[in-house]
């Protein structure tokens, strides 16, 4: 199984950005999915998270601005970010739960990074 994220550049302040995130493999069924993003210096921190239901959870510094979304059918997960501003520079990476034949685990992709600056 692996997640690829793409979408990631640099954008002005004030601009808007799209990532997606596919999971491929052997694949049975993926539970909930997220979107984390880990500044220079500092911690991983969550972003937003999506249910396969599709109840979500946003980050205080996010809400109203970002939006995670999912395709189940495609295994895709999309985070759509407006109003950027450069505190939101950052490697975003996506995170699955993840149930295969016998196993189910928590899978990373390798990161996309976005810059917001001027």
């Known amino acids: 199984v692996q997640l690829q994220a793409s979408g990631g550049g640099l954008v002005q302040p004030g601009g808007s950005l799209g990532l997606s995130c596919a999971a491929s493999?052997?694949?049975?069924?993926?539970?909930?999915v997220g979107w984390y993003r880990q500044a220079p210096g500092k911690q991983r921190e969550l972003v937003a998270t999506?249910?396969?239901?599709?109840?979500?959870n946003y980050a205080d510094s996010v809400k109203g601005r970002f939006t995670i979304s999912r395709n189940n059918a495609k295994n895709m997960m999309y985070l759509q970010m407006n109003s950027l501003k450069p505190e939101d520079t950052a490697v975003y990476y996506c995170?699955?739960?993840?149930?295969?034949?016998?196993?189910?685990?928590?899978?990373w992709g390798p990161g996309t990074l976005v810059t917001v600056s001027s």
């Open positions: 999506i249910t396969s239901g599709g109840s979500t």
């Open positions: 995170n699955a739960d993840i149930r295969r034949e016998y196993t189910r685990s928590i899978y």
């Open positions: 493999g052997s694949i049975s069924s993926i539970s909930a």
